[in-house]
């Protein structure tokens, strides 16, 4: 599970976070929404650990461990995914290259031997099909010439592989038509288990008809000002987040 | 500096100094026709005169030798045959037929000199030399835009052998030539090195040059090869610095290339603490396409130096420029192109690209494209890039669980794969790949 406590921080002189608090238990599926700029993509980050920020208090707890003093590749390995609102495109590496050095990470911290190169391609296969990803675009370079619904299904289809306890869907949905949606979505539903806990971060209410939560957050000026069932997030598509924001302020 | 007389005298380095008394010592034994012996003290004037360039001189700005070059290594005496028939090959599985010059001397014995295809000599230079070979000694001048390189003078007065391939026309050859440049001594050791490689028209052949020691020992390469290619002729060129890291290492490649011609050279520097690896180029011929590109890596101290001038000197032909370098510590990277067009020289097509990969605070990088351009119907470009690697790709793959030392090696080897990739022959990739996946190994632990 993850618990964040009253976490605080910044980037450059401005303070993005002010005094968040979130527990995700196991299994659960969290939807934070709130208005440009309250922090949506900050949080992701900084549970990634991207250094740009910096956590000025509080504390983040995944199954128990505080994660803010680990690196970014160890978070992965204890089990936290983030799929990224803007995949990024690496020119010269491989895909396949790229994904079997993660999955052996991955497997290096369980203490496990390298991934068997038939294993690996069956695993690949199989991952790949369930998404619609054609082997052709796994013989390109990271992300290279995808389009944005291709970098999202493939997001997705490395969070299928990597088997993340807790993960973070950064706008997943952005960018998507309708058919790339259900996919991406059918991607995610695949893998809600009652030990993986996911928190999904959307402008839109449309995504949590496919990937239906069991909270919605509102986060507005750094903080969660509001949380309630799903049907929170219908109340915000029809109203707005206009009230939530005063009451922050 | 200046007497109390008012003359001036010629303020000498130790190493000029070495130069200067080796050259009337050894003369009488170096190989050669009177017309060579000629040709070699026209070369030593010319050195004598200018001594070791240095920073003043313009095409030696960022290489100062005078202030680099501290001692002159006694030359190399006869190596071992044992030692250097136990070094590994440099480039395993690239079936190439393997010519071993040692301390300076094509060594026959340890050379696969056997079954040559029909059309194919390979001989000595020092033999060429002696009779006075009028093909190789027309080889020997250096072509306009070597004429005043030093390196080269001092190349041409000491040279004591090296290989003579000779390609007929239309015979394509089906093995690489490998050279194998070994200083075998545990002490440091000088060696001066022509190769001559005539290409006729229509021929094809793969030309790999290495240069490596039997022990680490800060010896002193100075190697100088010259191609010419007939019309439509086809070579590719690669070569492997493998020098000690103590070493200093002098290349230069001449190049002369016919019509409708391919020529494509690819250098590595990965060894040397002193590297300078110089190439000039002609287009003679119309219609011909030249591919002239590098990898560099350095850590430590470590300087190298790239120099590379193209001369379009013929109308339609293409040339691709691409060198990349990736240096760490206190090192530091010189890469000077220039690409120069005439008048003539229309519809010219001419791209040079260089990047520098700075890993550390201390690295440095240099960098000086230039285009020379008179024609007015050309498409020709440069472009130089130097940055540190891309804080949001690795932090991608730091987010996939990939540690940061291989999200680095991932990153490095696409970014010199771009370089890389375009070399033809598959076995020296895979070997430039393993080459560079030790050196990042090395560097982390």
Same mark, same amino acid.
């Given at each position: 599970?993850?618990?964040?406590?009253?976490?605080?921080?910044?980037?450059?002189?401005?303070?993005?976070?002010?005094?968040?608090?979130?527990?995700?238990?196991?299994?659960?599926?969290?939807?934070?929404?709130?208005?440009?700029?309250?922090?949506?993509?900050?949080?992701?980050?900084?549970?990634?650990?991207?250094?740009?920020?910096?956590?000025?208090?509080?504390?983040?707890?995944?199954?128990?461990?505080?994660?803010?003093?680990?690196?970014?590749?160890?978070?992965?390995?204890?089990?936290?995914?983030?799929?990224?609102?803007?995949?990024?495109?690496?020119?010269?590496?491989?895909?396949?290259?790229?994904?079997?050095?993660?999955?052996?990470?991955?497997?290096?911290?369980?203490?496990?031997?390298?991934?068997?190169?038939?294993?690996?391609?069956?695993?690949?296969?199989?991952?790949?099909?369930?998404?619609?990803?054609?082997?052709?675009?796994?013989?390109?370079?990271?992300?290279?010439?995808?389009?944005?619904?291709?970098?999202?299904?493939?997001?997705?289809?490395?969070?299928?592989?990597?088997?993340?306890?807790?993960?973070?869907?950064?706008?997943?949905?952005?960018?998507?038509?309708?058919?790339?949606?259900?996919?991406?979505?059918?991607?995610?539903?695949?893998?809600?288990?009652?030990?993986?806990?996911?928190?999904?971060?959307?402008?839109?209410?449309?995504?949590?008809?496919?990937?239906?939560?069991?909270?919605?957050?509102?986060?507005?000026?750094?903080?969660?000002?509001?949380?309630?069932?799903?049907?929170?997030?219908?109340?915000?598509?029809?109203?707005?987040?206009?009230?939530?924001?005063?009451?922050?302020? | 500096?200046?007497?109390?007389?008012?003359?001036?005298?010629?303020?000498?380095?130790?190493?000029?100094?070495?130069?200067?008394?080796?050259?009337?010592?050894?003369?009488?034994?170096?190989?050669?026709?009177?017309?060579?012996?000629?040709?070699?003290?026209?070369?030593?004037?010319?050195?004598?005169?200018?001594?070791?360039?240095?920073?003043?001189?313009?095409?030696?700005?960022?290489?100062?030798?005078?202030?680099?070059?501290?001692?002159?290594?006694?030359?190399?005496?006869?190596?071992?045959?044992?030692?250097?028939?136990?070094?590994?090959?440099?480039?395993? =599985?690239?079936?190439?037929?393997?010519?071993?010059?040692?301390?300076?001397?094509?060594?026959?014995?340890?050379?696969?000199?056997?079954?040559?295809?029909?059309?194919?000599?390979?001989?000595?230079?020092?033999?060429?030399?002696? *009779?006075?070979?009028?093909?190789?000694?027309?080889?020997?001048?250096?072509?306009?835009?070597?004429?005043?390189?030093?390196?080269?003078?001092?190349?041409?007065?000491?040279?004591?052998?090296?290989?003579?391939?000779?390609?007929?026309?239309?015979?394509?050859?089906?093995?690489?030539?490998?050279?194998? *440049?070994?200083?075998?001594?545990?002490?440091?050791?000088?060696?001066?090195?022509?190769?001559?490689?005539?290409?006729?028209?229509?021929?094809?052949?793969?030309?790999?040059?290495?240069?490596?020691?039997?022990?680490?020992?800060?010896?002193?390469?100075?190697?100088?090869?010259?191609?010419?290619?007939?019309?439509?002729?086809?070579?590719?060129?690669?070569?492997?610095?493998?020098?000690?890291?103590?070493?200093?290492?002098?290349?230069?490649?001449?190049?002369?290339?016919?019509?409708?011609?391919?020529?494509?050279?690819?250098?590595?520097?990965?060894?040397?603490?002193?590297?300078?690896?110089?190439?000039?180029?002609?287009?003679?011929?119309?219609?011909?396409?030249?591919?002239?590109? =590098?990898?560099?890596?350095?850590?430590?101290?470590?300087?190298?130096?790239?120099?590379?001038?193209?001369?379009?000197?013929?109308?339609?032909?293409?040339?691709?420029?691409?060198?990349?370098?990736?240096?760490?510590?206190?090192?530091?990277?010189?890469?000077?192109?220039?690409?120069?067009?005439?008048?003539?020289?229309?519809?010219?097509?001419?791209?040079?690209?260089?990047?520098?990969?700075?890993?550390?605070?201390?690295?440095?990088?240099?960098?000086?494209?230039?285009?020379?351009?008179?024609?007015?119907?050309?498409?020709?470009? *440069?472009?130089?890039?130097?940055?540190?690697?891309?804080?949001?790709?690795?932090?991608?793959?730091?987010?996939?669980?990939?540690?940061?030392?291989?999200?680095?090696?991932?990153?490095?080897?696409?970014?010199?794969?771009?370089?890389?990739?375009?070399? *033809?022959?598959?076995?020296?990739?895979?070997?430039?790949?393993?080459?560079?996946?030790?050196?990042?190994?090395?560097?982390?632990?």
């Amino acid at each position: 599970m993850l618990e964040i406590k009253n976490l605080h921080a910044r980037i450059d002189d401005r303070e993005i976070l002010k005094g968040l608090d979130l527990t995700v238990n196991p299994g659960e599926v969290h939807a934070i929404m709130g208005p440009n700029g309250a922090g949506k993509s900050t949080l992701s980050y900084i549970l990634a650990g991207k250094d740009d920020y910096e956590v000025t208090e509080g504390e983040v707890l995944l199954n128990g461990v505080n994660i803010l003093e680990m690196e970014p590749n160890e978070r992965a390995t204890a089990g936290l995914f983030l799929a990224f609102q803007y995949p990024i495109e690496i020119p010269g590496v491989a895909s396949m290259t790229f994904l079997r050095a993660a999955l052996n990470a991955h497997r290096k911290a369980r203490g496990e031997g390298d991934i068997t190169t038939p294993d690996f391609m069956r695993l690949i296969k199989d991952t790949a099909a369930k998404l619609n990803i054609s082997p052709e675009m796994l013989k390109r370079p990271v992300n290279v010439g995808f389009s944005g619904g291709e970098k999202k299904r493939n997001e997705v289809m490395q969070m299928a592989l990597l088997q993340p306890s807790f993960a973070i869907l950064d706008e997943t949905d952005s960018g998507l038509d309708i058919d790339a949606l259900k996919v991406v979505a059918d991607g995610v539903n695949a893998l809600r288990s009652p030990d993986r806990s996911f928190v999904v971060i959307t402008h839109y209410q449309r995504l949590l008809n496919y990937i239906v939560p069991d909270f919605v957050h509102v986060l507005s000026a750094g903080r969660i000002v509001a949380s309630g069932g799903k049907e929170l997030a219908l109340d915000l598509e029809k109203n707005g987040y206009a009230g939530y924001v005063q009451d922050a302020a | 500096m200046t007497d109390t007389m008012g003359t001036t005298t010629v303020l000498r380095t130790p190493a000029e100094e070495a130069l200067l008394k080796r050259y009337p010592a050894e003369k009488a034994s170096l190989p050669g026709a009177p017309a060579v012996a000629d040709l070699r003290d026209g070369a030593f004037a010319a050195f004598e005169k200018a001594g070791l360039p240095h920073r003043r001189v313009e095409a030696w700005k960022y290489t100062d030798l005078r202030a680099n070059l501290r001692t002159i290594a006694a030359p190399a005496g006869p190596p071992d045959h044992e030692r250097v028939r136990a070094l590994p090959p440099a480039v395993p =599985g690239d079936g190439a037929r393997r010519l071993v010059v040692a301390n300076g001397r094509l060594v026959p014995e340890l050379s696969d000199l056997g079954g040559l295809e029909e059309g194919v000599t390979i001989g000595s230079l020092a033999e060429a030399l002696t *009779h006075a070979d009028a093909e190789v000694l027309a080889a020997l001048r250096p072509i306009p835009e070597a004429a005043d390189n030093i390196a080269l003078s001092v190349n041409t007065a000491f040279m004591t052998d090296g290989v003579v391939v000779r390609v007929a026309d239309d015979v394509a050859l089906a093995r690489p030539i490998e050279i194998t *440049h070994v200083i075998d001594g545990e002490t440091a050791a000088a060696t001066a090195v022509r190769n001559v490689f005539l290409i006729g028209n229509g021929a094809s052949a793969t030309l790999i040059e290495t240069t490596e020691a039997t022990y680490a020992a800060a010896h002193q390469t100075n190697i100088v090869s010259v191609v010419t290619l007939g019309d439509e002729a086809q070579v590719d060129h690669i070569r492997l610095q493998l020098d000690p890291l103590e070493a200093v290492s002098l290349t230069t490649l001449t190049v002369e290339i016919g019509a409708k011609a391919r020529f494509e050279t690819f250098n590595a520097a990965l060894g040397a603490a002193l590297a300078r690896a110089q190439v000039y180029a002609r287009f003679n011929g119309a219609g011909s396409t030249g591919a002239f590109r =590098g990898a560099t890596l350095l850590s430590g101290r470590r300087h190298a130096d790239t120099t590379l001038v193209v001369t379009h000197d013929a109308e339609g032909c293409e040339s691709r420029e691409l060198y990349k370098a990736v240096i760490d510590d206190e090192a530091k990277s010189v890469f000077q192109g220039r690409i120069n067009v005439p008048a003539h020289a229309q519809k010219t097509d001419a791209r040079m690209m260089t990047a520098s990969l700075l890993l550390s605070e201390g690295a440095e990088a240099y960098a000086k494209p230039e285009l020379e351009i008179f024609a007015d119907d050309v498409q020709c470009g *440069h472009g130089a890039t130097c940055g540190a690697l891309d804080d949001d790709l690795l932090f991608y793959m730091l987010a996939r669980g990939i540690p940061k030392s291989e999200a680095e090696k991932l990153l490095i080897i696409a970014y010199l794969g771009e370089a890389i990739d375009e070399v *033809h022959n598959e076995a020296v990739r895979d070997m430039l790949i393993h080459r560079i996946e030790d050196w990042l190994e090395k560097r982390v632990g």
